[in-house]
């Protein structure tokens, strides 16, 4: 699992090690990875950590490699790891929009076909976290939203692909969660974003099992604001007549968690 430090990769690794998985946690710093782990194994559960950078190629396939000696088998990849650099594309750097390709696309692209061979043998899983932001473009976030909506569009093609093989692929896109990711760069989250119900981690890593068990396609949370999102998608007309709204309504919720975090 990529991105398990923290947020939704940490509350997911409990969830699998509490249903009796062996664990393999990746992610860039080993200090709060090994925290984890030893969590993990004062409950009696299998963990082994692989410090991993997702935009290094040689890394994952290292992750991949560790994960197989150490587990004697690879069930379930889950690609979870993600980065945000939020704010108008002229104010990003080169370097940046890169990085936000290479670790919320690419690497889970590459870690999918490294993986295939050891899923194949038993017949397992890969669920892709993506967002909200993959199902309608969110301005000042638009490579983020572009990289969550080719996400989706690989899990799907592939989920049709390996069919027959019997793996599963699956994506679960969430809105808003109360995590790290969003609630330490609030002030440059758009306001659009907290027009819809903030989840917790473990909310959405409920779904992340979920998918892992039954392959289902794509779950969302919040159901609504999924339905609303794909309205805005078909039509712009539509979703630029009630985007003043729902950014007021945004902005509204925003100040209350910024009076919280106060």
Known sequence: MTG???????????????EGAAIVLAA????????????????????????????DMDAMRA??????EWGGRL???????????????????????????QVNLTAPIVLSRLALPYLREHQGAIVNVASLAGRIPVVHEATYSATKFGLRAFTFALAEELREAGVRASVVSPGPVDTGFIMED???????????????????AEL????????????????????????????P??????????ERKGRAAKQRFRTRGG
């Open 237 to 246: 007309a539509l979703r630029r007549a009630l985007l003043p709204v729902m």
């Open 4 to 18: 398990a430090s923290t947020g939704i990769g940490a509350a997911a690794a409990r969830m699998f090690a509490a």
């Open 63 to 68: 992750l991949v490699e560790r994960t197989v």
């Open 208 to 235: 992340v099992i979920e998918c892992a068990v039954d392959g289902r396609p794509e779950r969302v949370r919040p159901e609504f604001g999924a339905r609303l999102a794909t309205l805005g998608y078909l039509f």
């Open 186 to 204: 609030l002030d440059h989250v758009p306001d659009l974003v907290f027009s819809q119900p903030m989840s917790t981690a473990e909310q959405i």
């Open 75 to 101: 069930d379930v990849l889950v690609n979870n790891a993600g980065v945000n650099h939020r704010g108008e594309l002229e104010r990003q750097t080169p370097e940046q929009l890169a990085q936000l390709v």
């Open 28 to 55: 860039r710093g080993r200090e709060a990875l090994e925290a984890l782990a030893d969590e993990l194994r004062a409950g009696g559960h299998r963990a082994e950590v692989v410090p991993t950078d997702v935009a």
